[in-house]
């Protein structure tokens, strides 16, 4: 267990929720309860993604200054009990996500396959630019269709909510793939940062990131999502002055890290605003 990334799994476990909550209706025992089996799904589902790509992407990491010591290698674990591990929390969420219904069943059973072809051995189109960053555009939109369609069918107005969650799944790639630039060329892994530079893959993820924050608003101004998110408006600015920041850093890996804490913390209080407004006798039809 010591070889998951959980601070990186519980990052990406308000997606499906946001998704939940905003399909879920009326809050009874048994949609909580659904509710809590498709967070314990996701939390097994994400495992599962880190877990396999790490054991894929192994070789890369213990020559990568950066991550060597964080590697299971390093903890003495052997890559055939770390494989085993990410198949059994695959097994064990698609099991929990086949509880609730067949539709987050299947969107768990796609996630996990673009995960395949993103880090799979032979696939790995971790190292092809722009499909990589195809793969988490959809990805993002399935992650929040996944709690969305516990609760209702897949309708308009849940896939013009999920391009907000690809947008911001997509931008935090070429982020990480910015941050991560000198470790993936040492290694030979052609990212959009190694492929057309680093400081192409920040500005792309700075611009969809505002892509992001403008349909987030429009969301709320036709009262797709609460109308309160409006004021996600206000957030942009500190987001920008973050970015600049890291711009001025010269876009070293710990000036970018600083940067993705920022934006993690703002998306979390987005998040929590749509949970509290929704679920809320005063939140926006």
């Known amino acids: 267990?010591?070889?998951?990334?959980?601070?990186?799994?519980?990052?990406?476990?308000?997606?499906?929720?946001?998704?939940?909550?905003l399909?879920?209706?009326a809050l009874t025992m048994n949609t909580m309860l659904e509710a809590g089996v498709?967070?314990?799904?996701?939390?097994?589902?994400?495992?599962?993604?880190?877990?396999?790509?790490d054991w894929s992407g192994i070789d890369g990491d213990v020559n990568d200054p950066k991550r060597a010591a964080d590697t299971f290698a390093a903890k003495g674990l052997p890559r055939s009990e770390v494989g085993y591990l990410a198949l059994s929390l695959l097994a064990?969420?698609?099991?929990?996500?086949?509880?609730?219904?067949?539709?987050?069943?299947?969107?768990?059973?796609?996630?996990?396959?673009?995960?395949?072809?993103?880090?799979?051995?032979?696939?790995?189109?971790?190292?092809?630019?722009?499909?990589?960053?195809?793969?988490?555009?959809?990805?993002?939109?399935?992650h929040f269709l996944l709690g969305y369609a516990a609760f209702s069918a897949i309708d308009a107005r849940g896939l013009l909510i999920s391009c907000f969650f690809a947008l911001v799944?997509?931008?935090?790639?070429?982020?990480?793939?910015?941050?991560?630039h000198e470790g993936d060329m040492f290694n030979g892994i052609r990212t959009n940062a190694v492929a057309f530079g680093k400081m192409q893959g920040f500005v792309a993820g700075l611009a969809?990131?505002?892509?992001a924050y403008v349909l987030l608003v429009g969301l709320a101004f036709y009262r797709l999502v609460p109308h309160v998110l409006m004021l996600a408006a206000l957030l942009y600015p500190l987001h920008l002055a973050a970015s600049l920041r890291a711009l001025r850093a010269g876009l070293g890996f710990e000036s970018l890290v600083s940067l993705q804490r920022c934006y993690r913390v703002l998306y979390a209080i987005i998040g929590i605003v749509t949970v509290v407004a929704t679920l809320t006798p005063l939140s926006a039809p």
């Not at 929990?96 to 189109?125: D, E, K, Q, R």
């Open 208 to 211: 969809l990131f505002t892509a």
């Open 92 to 142: 064990l969420s698609l099991l929990l996500f086949a509880m609730v219904g067949a539709t987050p069943f299947f969107i768990g059973l796609a996630i996990a396959g673009l995960s395949a072809l993103y880090s799979a051995p032979g696939l790995h189109l971790k190292g092809t630019p722009l499909f990589s960053s195809a793969l988490h555009l959809s990805g993002g939109a399935l």
């Open 169 to 180: 799944f997509t931008a935090g790639h070429f982020t990480h793939e910015a941050r991560d």
């Open 38 to 53: 498709v967070v314990a799904g996701n939390l097994c589902l994400v495992a599962h993604v880190f877990l396999f790509n």
């Open 23 to 25: 399909s879920i209706g």
């Open 1 to 21: 267990m010591s070889s998951i990334r959980f601070d990186e799994v519980c990052a990406l476990q308000g997606t499906p929720l946001i998704g939940a909550t």
